[in-house]
């Protein structure tokens, strides 16, 4: 039996993936793994025995991933499961930022109790939300990853004229990418070519106040800039002086804090971005089948923290060695198996920046020792062995 904790409401397609062998609940004591959503797992403790944490979504800044690393935790995400459903609320911002939509529905309650007189007020008030379309207009999207290809596509679509930056763009986004998108090489050509800006990075050290003064400085004046990704991203303080001194004219963001409430310009989502059925549904699903296969196969797909790595099930003794990418780390294992005439069918070894792990299908041999005599080695984070079925 394994047990799963749920630390946020998970839609409940997970139970297509986890059968009667799942034990899943939210007060799960000793959990195997965690799923959850937007938890903030940085002032918990950890709980022994926890394997993995399944974040149905992109973002793992709630997750301290470093600590989990250190406790052989394997973080999974869902990469571009969620990634539509923000496509469209950016899209359907793009406009609110443009149109005074918002400010106009405000002020038509207001018309209540007026009677006859609503048409006449409705045609005389009206002038006051006027705003531009956004076609023809330059948008510059930071972060052309799942979601920002996507909006970068639709923005094109819609007929705008669409700048990209992202340094570190992966070959699959590139080839989805329209041809259309023009590269902006640095950041702050970005902020002084567009008319609209849009964030789609993630919250790090690196991207952290990644939008500040400085280059909030060199932008078109009146940028309207939507932010989804992270409230952190944007220096707050600079942003409000940028607000109060009109260099930015409009802000969205899916990230309300006390200090943008209520701001004249700024319009605060309760973080909707990825809150549709659909998407709710694909980040469950795809978090739960990763989970699972880990938990019951030891492969890894679409972790944070370690490499990708798997094996096609036999039904074999599989031990699955999680370790520190250093020299050596597979000669010491594979030492272990030879000596205790255990021999090696199959075996997948995968690195991933400082950490690294290894998959090994064994012809013969049981625990006896073996994962406790594989967790002395120098260097082992954490070892189990299994039978892999799938
Ligand atoms: N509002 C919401 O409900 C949601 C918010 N998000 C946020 O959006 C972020 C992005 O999501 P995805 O597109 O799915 O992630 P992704 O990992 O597919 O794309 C992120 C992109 O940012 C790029 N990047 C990283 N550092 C950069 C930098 N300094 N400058 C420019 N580009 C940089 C990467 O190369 C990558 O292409 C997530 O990390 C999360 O914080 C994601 C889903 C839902
Ligand atoms: O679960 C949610 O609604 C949050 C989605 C999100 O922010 C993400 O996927 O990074």
Not at 52 to 73: F, L, M, Q, S, Y
Not at 125 to 151: C, S, T, W
Not at 259 to 264: E, K, Q
Not at 345 to 352: A, G, H, I, L, Y
């Amino acid at each position: 039996m394994y047990r799963i904790q749920t630390l946020n409401a998970i839609s409940s397609v997970i139970y297509d993936e986890l059968d009667d062998q799942y034990q899943v609940s939210k007060e799960e004591t000793h959990p195997d793994a965690y799923l959850i959503r937007s938890a903030n797992l940085h002032d918990q403790e950890l709980p022994e025995g926890l394997l993995a944490i399944g974040r149905a979504g992109a973002g793992t800044n709630n997750i301290p991933v470093d600590a989990c690393t250190e406790k052989g935790i394997v973080v999974f995400n869902t990469p571009g499961a969620n990634a539509n459903a923000v496509k469209e609320l950016v899209i359907a911002s793009l406009f609110l930022a443009s149109r005074r939509v918002i400010e106009g529905i405000e002020w038509t309650k207001t018309l209540k109790g007026q009677g006859d007189e609503i048409g006449k007020l409705v045609e005389k008030g009206k002038n006051q939300f006027v705003g531009p379309e956004v076609k023809g207009k330059r948008l510059g999207v930071i972060g052309l990853g799942a979601i920002g290809v996507m909006v970068a596509n639709a923005a094109h679509a819609i007929g705008m004229e669409v700048l990209g930056y992202d340094p570190f763009i992966s070959i699959d986004a590139a080839w989805h990418l329209s041809r259309a998108v023009k590269h902006e090489s640095s950041l702050e050509a970005l902020l002084a070519n567009s008319d609209y800006i849009t964030i789609h990075v993630p919250l790090n050290a690196k991207t952290k106040d990644l939008i500040n003064a400085e280059n909030l400085a060199r932008a078109n004046q009146g940028i309207r800039i939507l932010n989804f990704a992270r409230g952190g991203i944007i220096n707050e303080e600079d942003l409000v002086k940028a607000l109060e001194e009109k260099q930015v004219g409009r802000y969205i963001t899916d990230f309300p804090s006390e200090a943008l409430i209520g701001l004249p310009n700024v319009i605060c989502i309760p973080h909707l971005g990825a809150s549709t059925p659909e998407s709710e549904d694909n980040c469950a699903r795809m978090a739960a089948a990763q989970v699972r296969d880990y938990l019951e196969n030891g492969n890894i797909r679409n972790s944070v923290n370690f490499p990708d790595c798997s094996l096609p099930g036999t039904g074999a003794p599989r031990l699955a060695v999680l370790h520190k990418n250093e020299p050596n780390m597979v000669g010491q294992i594979t030492s272990i198996l030879a000596a205790r005439g255990i021999n090696i069918n199959n075996m997948n070894n995968r690195s991933r920046g400082q950490t690294a792990y290894t998959l090994i299908d064994l012809d013969n041999g049981s625990d006896d020792g073996l994962v406790e005599a594989m967790g002395n080695i120098q260097g082992v984070i954490s070892a189990r062995l299994m039978s892999a079925k799938r």
